[in-house]
């Protein structure tokens, strides 16, 4: 489902008034329900990498809602920096740091087959991993 498609254009008023008529707690499973929907709808495949970074953010939240220490909340924010960092660069640069290593490789001589990362970047990475990012790290901790 693309954002201009008919299929969207159905969706998402119906998402916006189911979550009207909700409390807030069942708001936040209304759009985790319809954001999972969503992102399967475009490929299935992915949905594992959506639900370990919305996990990941979610528990790294809670337990910095519940860590006065500051060497510990230092801890967390960078557990949660390193993980979302680390997905996102593995996705937008795995392909092209194997594809250097092989040509450097063989300009010095070294016959390296050419492997492809067939990789597709997952649609919004980018968006979802800066937007984790500032909210696990607003109005929480100073580095």
């Known amino acids: 489902m693309l954002f201009n498609s008919v299929d969207f254009l159905?969706?998402?008023?119906?998402v916006w008034f189911i979550?009207?008529?909700?409390p807030h707690r069942a708001r936040n499973a209304v759009f985790l329900l319809a954001i999972c929907f969503f992102y399967a709808c475009w490929d299935w495949r992915y949905?594992?990498?959506?639900?370990?970074?919305i996990?990941?953010?979610?528990?790294?939240?809670?337990?910095?809602?519940?860590?006065?220490?500051?060497?510990h909340r230092k801890?967390?924010?960078?557990?949660?920096?390193?993980?979302?960092?680390?997905?996102?660069?593995f996705f937008k640069y795995a392909g092209f740091l194997a594809e250097s290593t092989a040509l450097g490789?063989?300009?010095?001589?070294?016959?390296?087959p050419l492997w492809q990362l067939r990789i597709v970047l997952p649609i919004g990475i980018s968006?979802?991993?800066?937007?984790?990012?500032?909210?696990?790290?607003s109005n929480r901790i100073t580095l």
């Open 105 to 112: 490789l063989r300009s010095l001589g070294f016959d390296v």
């Open 10 to 14: 159905v969706f998402f008023p119906v």
């Open 47 to 53: 949905l594992g990498l959506v639900w370990v970074t």
């Open 19 to 22: 979550q009207l008529w909700m």
């Open 75 to 89: 801890w967390l924010v960078t557990i949660s920096c390193v993980i979302g960092l680390g997905i996102l660069g």
């Open 127 to 137: 968006f979802h991993t800066i937007q984790s990012l500032s909210s696990s790290t």
């Open 55 to 71: 996990f990941t953010d979610y528990t790294i939240g809670r337990l910095l809602a519940h860590t006065e220490q500051e060497s």
